[in-house]
């Protein structure tokens, strides 16, 4: 995964942060340039894989999620081989085989995933996957896979190695809804491991089928907390990024999800937009012609900061966009919610308010005029004198912005705010 950070100013060209005729343009590249280079050192982000961990060994399995498994005696990797290798092994010996092998891999740790792999298990567990008279089999399997995903790329390569990707595609049309979700979890691993393998989920056909599944009138929440995490992960890493075709194919399933009353698909939903805006102003123009714009506002007030933390980071791309962007977003009342953001007790929200309004401060003298009449300066100047370093360096920036592209009027009223001192502690 690509992280961000800001060029030190000291590396930067600095020829284009004094004052000209044609601010306006100059901030939006800088912009642009700081932006492509944003924040390596914040992980505020979903994981882009999960595993499905248990505590202890007394589970149930497809108990959990409604079905039928029993419990068995957890038996070695060695024991679980022998059994797989025997040609007339009885089907229930077999099942407790699979979900002993689940429940290995299920344990807080990487290394049961390479034990599986080295015993030479995940041959045996693929083929599982086609046996559709033995649904809790499937299950078993496919929860077995899904962990064998959530490890290292090599961990990883293994599952799309061995060939379980169109098994895993076929039974996102298992008549059983718990087999078929195990298996969006699983295949949701595999594409949040590269752009790669994400592309090879793409290709393999999974954005219908999640389409469909998501506008079914008896879709689960489960379901939709699986497809949300599973689109976000089609949505996320930049080398390349996910195709605009592509992207374009997913929107009416996170227009939808944007609907949930489910703060978790809310949140996974709005991962999904922020990863689509991480880029130029085509994608940017995307999210806001898909109409996402106004709910990202709203959920700017959101009680669970799970969904004000990616509906935010969602704004603040798109407002590194062009000018016209930037405005729309200006223009559905987005300041009108900073002054409890740039106050929040989070510091992270704190920081990315910061940085959103940095980019605001770098458009035009009208889309400054915006942050003043919002009466944000003060709040800017507040955080400079005493926030935390990075959601100072952040009001810096957002200083610097103003300075460079606003007015002389806009100048002075933030010169009366008494913000000198502490931009000259900065320099410390």
């Not at 990797?77 to 891999?105: G, Y």
């Amino acid at each position: 995964n690509e992280y961000k950070s800001y060029l030190s100013f000291t590396h930067m060209d600095r020829s284009g942060f004094f004052k000209n005729t044609s601010r306006s343009d100059e901030n939006r590249k800088n912009r642009q340039h700081q932006v492509t280079q944003l924040r390596k050192d914040r992980r505020g982000e979903q994981i882009s894989k999960r595993r499905q961990v248990i505590e202890d060994t007394t589970d149930d399995g497809m108990a959990e999620s409604g079905g039928l498994t029993n419990s068995v005696e957890l038996i070695d990797t060695h024991q679980i081989k022998q059994i797989f290798l025997e040609s007339d092994a009885n089907p229930d010996k077999v099942f407790s085989a699979v979900q002993s092998c689940r429940k290995i891999l299920s344990k807080k740790s990487h290394r049961q995933i390479d034990e599986v792999i080295n015993m030479g298990l995940l041959p045996h567990l693929v083929h599982f996957l086609t046996l559709d008279g033995s649904p809790e089999l499937q299950f078993e399997s496919c929860w077995a896979i899904t962990n064998i995903a959530s490890g290292n790329p090599l961990q990883t390569k293994a599952v799309v190695e061995g060939g379980a990707v169109p098994h895993l595609m076929r039974l996102l049309s298992s008549t059983n809804a718990h087999v078929a979700e195990q298996a969006i979890w699983a295949l949701g691993n595999v594409a949040g491991d590269s752009a790669m393998y994400r592309d090879f989920v793409i290709e393999s056909g999974i954005i219908p089928l999640l389409v469909d599944m998501t506008a079914s009138t008896t879709a689960s929440i489960t379901l939709h907390r699986h497809v949300a995490w599973t689109l976000s992960n089609l949505c996320r890493n930049k080398d390349p990024p996910t195709s605009i075709e592509s992207l374009t194919k997913m929107i009416p399933s996170i227009r939808l999800l944007l609907s949930s009353e489910d703060h978790s698909v809310l949140s996974d939903a709005c991962w999904a937009v922020s990863y689509i805006t991480d880029g130029g102003s085509e994608r940017i123009q995307l999210a806001i012609q898909s109409g996402f714009v106004t709910t990202l506002v709203t959920f700017l007030e959101h009680p669970e900061i799970s969904v004000v933390s990616p509906a935010l980071r969602a704004i603040g791309n798109i407002v590194t966009g062009n000018d016209e962007q930037t405005q729309h977003v200006i223009n559905h009342g987005l300041l009108s919610q900073f002054s409890k953001l740039l106050y929040h007790q989070k510091p992270s929200i704190q920081k990315e308010a910061t940085w959103t309004i940095s980019n605001i401060t770098a458009g035009t003298p009208t889309q400054i005029q915006a942050v003043i009449d919002a009466n944000l300066l003060p709040y800017l100047v507040t955080i400079l004198t005493r926030g935390e370093f990075k959601c100072q360096r952040e009001a810096t920036w957002a200083v610097m912005n103003l300075t460079a592209g606003g007015t002389p009027q806009q100048i002075k009223r933030l010169y009366s705010l008494n913000c000198l001192a502490p931009l000259v502690r900065m320099l410390e």
